[in-house]
């Protein structure tokens, strides 16, 4: 339907926690508007307070393409399937932590060193009201993290602990093909 603009770090509504998704009838012109946006951004997920909306509500997804064409932007990364997460609920597994670089949309053209667990079970809904329950690891779990935390008002940039890994992506990684998020 409409590739919507995404708000930048700085705007206000980004620090906002989200409402929880109450009524599942209305959300079809929305989920529509961020699986366009995501696909134009290149995103691996986006979450509804990114383009102002502040519900409970999230969509990610990565599906990296044959070994000889490895998927630009996470080259080393699992799938992870397309997946709409509406009212998440994230339990970590475990103590383990895992530094990685993360990217965001909402961040553009920046990245950082981020800890997330390595592991964790997330709950939901699909846009059909249908429970979602999964338990995952690695890049996946990396990325449900990542989303989630859009809905509580946190941006990746206030989970680095060690500023000296934050900075522009092509001075970072000047040969690298990463985009964000």
């Not at 383990?96 to 809904?125: F, K, T």
């Not at 989303?147 to 990684?173: S, W």
């Amino acid at each position: 339907m409409a590739i919507r603009p995404v708000l930048r770090m700085g705007d206000a509504r980004l620090l906002q926690a989200a409402e929880p998704v109450s009524d599942f009838s209305n959300l079809r012109e929305l989920l529509t508007d961020m699986r366009d946006t995501m696909k134009a951004l290149n995103g691996a997920g986006l979450a509804a307070p990114q383009i102002g909306i502040g519900l409970r509500v999230v969509i990610f997804g990565v599906q990296p393409q044959a070994q000889d064409r490895p998927e630009p932007r996470y080259p080393d990364a699992d799938s992870v399937p397309e997946t709409v997460l509406i009212n998440p609920f994230i339990t970590p597994l475990g103590d383990e932590m895992v530094d990685a670089w993360e990217g965001c949309l909402s961040v553009p053209g920046l990245r950082g060193l981020v800890p997330r667990h390595s592991a964790i079970r997330y709950q939901g809904y699909d846009e059909y009201g249908a429970l979602i329950d999964r338990t995952v690891s690695g890049f996946h779990a990396r990325v449900v993290q990542h989303e989630c935390d859009h809905l509580d008002g946190i941006l990746y940039p206030m989970r680095i602990r060690d500023m000296r890994n934050f900075g522009f992506k092509e001075v970072l990684f000047p040969d690298s093909p990463m985009q964000d998020e």
